[in-house]
């Protein structure tokens, strides 16, 4: 073999890997007010994804207007007042629906989950939540505190490697010719 020069690669560490994974989930959201996306992981194998949206078979805010909007409701309030599950919540039923046992998985969401969702993470046996950005819900942050669930807040991350590209000699391509 010929050892030729070296380079570096970059690629992200597997909670990066996991949110760009939710953000993609996200742009499936129907919500015209907030796209989120989540994602359950366990042994780093993805287990479930969710995004923010109307039950199966329903019209979306899209179509029948937001009532949230029309109400002007303030954000992490009354969430019984809007039509959409939120991400977490169609993950935790994904998960149902397929058999997958999330217990001690983690979840990745684009927001701090609300209480509604809170709670249900909390008796999915969930153990750790990274998430990106902010929503405005103190009890469900007191909550999962009480919990001992893991929260956390994303941090981007990518790993460098260095790896050198080797050649065949031209007599071990001989081994290889199709």
């Not at 149902?96 to 998985?105: E, F, K, L, T, W």
């Not at 983690?106 to 909390?122: F, G």
């Not at 750790?128 to 999962?144: H, Q, S, T, W």
Request: proline share 3%.
């Amino acid at each position: 073999m010929i050892n030729t020069k070296k380079r570096i690669i970059r690629r992200p560490d597997w909670d990066t890997y996991f949110m760009n994974i939710a953000d993609e989930v996200a742009t499936r959201a129907t919500c015209i007010k907030r796209q989120v996306g989540a994602v359950i992981v366990k042994d780093q194998q993805i287990l479930a994804t969710g995004y923010n949206g109307e039950p199966r078979g329903l019209k979306h805010a899209s179509e029948v207007g937001c009532l949230r909007e029309q109400l002007e409701v303030p954000s992490g309030t009354h969430h019984e007042l809007c039509r959409g599950l939120h991400a977490e919540q169609n993950a935790i039923i994904q998960a149902a629906r397929s058999g997958a046992n999330i217990d001690g998985a983690t979840l990745y969401c684009t927001y701090m989950p609300c209480v509604i969702c809170a709670k249900m993470i909390i008796n999915a046996g969930i153990k750790k939540i990274i998430f990106r950005g902010y929503y405005p819900d103190e009890l469900a942050v007191n909550m999962l505190n009480e919990s001992q669930i893991i929260v956390a807040l994303f941090v981007e991350k990518y790993l460098e490697e260095e790896v050198q590209r080797i050649e065949l000699s031209d007599q071990e391509k001989l081994n290889y010719k199709l």
